[in-house]
């Protein structure tokens, strides 16, 4: 199953029901309410029917901006091409060791 992050409206996922899966019977909508999933009497039939948390709603819009947004800064690509073929881009290398060692002590937690 997959959800389209894309169109957070749609996050509203109807599945068959669980007892038609397992042979077990449904949880009550108490206890599928507890779990971020509710069940009105006809949704047994149908299937289930699933809840986000405003959390989870929050999370898939954010998933929505982000991926909205350009993979490449071209602006900033441009600012630095031109530094580098004007003889202007000056490369400080203790930042980059600075960065470096940042980025290696960050993967080893």
Do not use: C, F, H
């Not at 989870?56 to 600012?79: H, N």
């Not at 580098?84 to 980059?96: A, E, F, K, L, M």
């Amino acid at each position: 199953m997959s959800i389209d992050l894309k169109r957070p409206e749609s996050l509203g996922i109807q599945a068959p029901a669980a007892s038609s899966r397992t042979g077990k019977p449904e949880a009550s909508p108490k206890e599928s309410s507890a779990s971020g999933t509710t069940s009105s009497p006809s949704a047994g039939a149908a299937g289930d029917s699933v809840t986000l948390t405003p959390a989870g709603m929050q999370l898939a819009q954010a998933g929505v901006t982000l991926s909205q947004q350009p993979v490449v800064d071209s602006q900033r690509v441009d600012q630095i091409r031109q530094k580098i073929q004007s003889g202007n881009y000056v490369i400080d290398p203790r930042r980059v060791a600075d960065k470096l060692l940042g980025y290696e002590i960050s993967q080893k937690k």
